[in-house]
């Protein structure tokens, strides 16, 4: 389940939306892989700045560019395959968060 926090931050969101929060935790997981691979590419984004900043020092790119390039790949479908399941989860659910057809807001 959620933290404390975040529940109250969901409930506090579909208020402010005018909406039902949502009854369901499967998109739980989704957000979490979204949250963690968007923390791994702000990394490799700090090791590309430190790898372009020694090849323009040096004229050499570091050894270990490769490796955080192939890096940044993997974290870059990661964030792909979780928006996908975001995007599937969200149309399986349909008007079930959305308010529609629920007398909120219309």
Do not use: F, H
């Not at 939306?17 to 490799?44: I, K």
């Amino acid at each position: 389940g959620l933290t404390p926090a975040g529940y109250a931050a969901e409930v506090a969101l579909a208020n402010a939306l005018d909406r039902r929060p949502p009854e369901e935790d499967d998109l739980r997981p989704a957000l979490l892989e979204l949250m963690q691979a968007r923390t791994q590419v702000r990394r490799y984004a700090v090791n590309v700045n430190q790898a372009v900043r020694e090849l323009n020092a040096t004229g050499s790119p570091p050894a270990w560019l490769v490796r955080a390039v192939a890096m940044a790949s993997q974290a870059v479908a990661r964030l792909d395959a979780a928006a996908a399941a975001l995007t599937s989860a969200r149309r399986s659910r349909g008007a079930r968060t959305t308010g529609v057809g629920t007398g909120v807001g219309g």
